[in-house]
């Protein structure tokens, strides 16, 4: 498949590498755990009030991304918030509400690069904030091979303690990439990463080529100094409408999720096979 970014993307073969994704404004439009908010409310989880609250910090989101500070805010406000649910149905509610709430605010260009780095035969990880419950099923939608990302204490009751096992920002994200990097083989020199956030600066200056998509202020000052490329992704479109590749049968992959917390909703262990397509 030939796409608008196509050029970007050599094929190589030896050593391995990886194609390292941010998920929030990168490949999907908007913030994965928050849109989950009213799907969340309905299963009794949280109140109007929350939603309402939700909803803003989704709008301050979209607006104008959110720098440290304003993520250090959201993760204990949505730790807190946590407390006390259930993990399995927590489960329940994003594997219910997954298609309808993910699929049609998945980037078209952000799919594209993903089948592009595939067929390059490039592994694809999604690396990213948000918690482990909602990352890692909209990983498997998107076919990625592995997932980081936060992931949130269950007590032997199977309920969220609202305490962080593993924190998957900034500085962080980097080191689960360099840890990735020396158990799988991969060449960083060699590798792609792609993100919105100035956040994510030391993800993206782990690996040789870095890109910056619908960049923050400080990240495309960044891009500019360096000059890396910058992308602007604005199709949101459904996959089945777009990915012939998923009319073939996919093959199996391995997911190696690190981590909850932050902007997560709820982190919980959730471990599903990956799947993705050849393309032709």
Not at 157 to 171: H, I, K, L, R
Not at 186 to 212: F, K, N, Q, W
Request: proline share 5%; aromatic share 8%.
């Amino acid at each position: 498949m030939v796409g608008a970014y196509a050029q970007a993307v050599e094929n190589h073969s030896l050593p391995r590498t990886a194609a390292f994704f941010d998920l929030d404004k990168t490949v999907i439009a908007k913030s994965s755990t928050l849109t989950f908010s009213k799907s969340f409310y309905h299963g009794g989880l949280i109140n109007r009030r929350d939603v309402l609250r939700t909803a803003y910090t989704q709008f301050v989101f979209l607006a104008g991304g959110a720098d440290h500070d304003q993520m250090e805010r959201m993760r204990e406000y949505l730790s807190a918030l946590c407390r006390g649910w259930n993990v399995r149905q927590v489960q329940e509610i994003v594997a219910e509400t997954l298609h309808d709430l993910i699929d049609p605010i998945i980037y078209d260009e952000a799919a594209s690069l993903i089948e592009e780095h595939h067929t390059a035969g490039r592994d694809v990880v999604i690396v990213s904030t948000s918690g482990a419950e909602v990352v890692e099923p909209i990983g498997e939608l998107l076919g990625a091979d592995r997932v980081v990302a936060t992931r949130m204490v269950v007590g032997e009751d199977g309920c969220f303690t609202g305490e962080v096992e593993y924190y998957a920002y900034g500085p962080t994200k980097a080191e689960a990439i360099r840890e990735l990097a020396a158990t799988e083989g991969y060449d960083l020199a060699r590798c792609y990463a792609y993100s919105d956030s100035i956040t994510d600066l030391p993800m993206l200056e782990a690996v040789g080529h870095p890109h910056a998509v619908n960049p923050d202020r400080a990240l495309r000052r960044e891009a500019v100094a360096r000059s890396w490329p910058i992308l602007d992704f604005h199709r949101p479109v459904r996959l089945k409408q777009r990915i012939p590749a998923l009319r073939v049968p996919p093959r199996p992959a391995l997911v190696a999720a690190a981590a909850v917390g932050a902007a997560a909703a709820a982190g919980l262990v959730w471990y599903a096979s990956r799947r993705r397509a050849p393309v032709a």
